[in-house]
């Protein structure tokens, strides 16, 4: 697998992307973009597509359409590559 994307969604209104990754190996391909592309394209009817990212994406997913829009989000950096146990 060099790459993957996700959503959640209540398949009447709402759908959340939480995950859009991309093997190191393989980006700058134009792999995340057709991933995303595809994706909105699915949800393309939903009411609110909603996605967090960190600030230095913002332009990437402005680029597909979507608009800066004021949250607020936890991160637990040292959990990144999963659930310290």
Partial sequence: ????INALS????TAYIPLL???PAFKNQGIGTQLVERMLE???DYYMIDLLCDAD??????QKGMIKAA???KRNYNNQSGKNI
């Fill in 21 to 23: 990754e991309v093997t």
């Fill in 57 to 62: 994406l913002q332009d990437y997913y402005s």
């Fill in 42 to 44: 699915q949800l393309k």
């Fill in 71 to 73: 949250g607020m989000m």
């Fill in 10 to 13: 209540d398949q009447v209104l």
């Fill in 1 to 4: 697998m060099v790459g993957f």
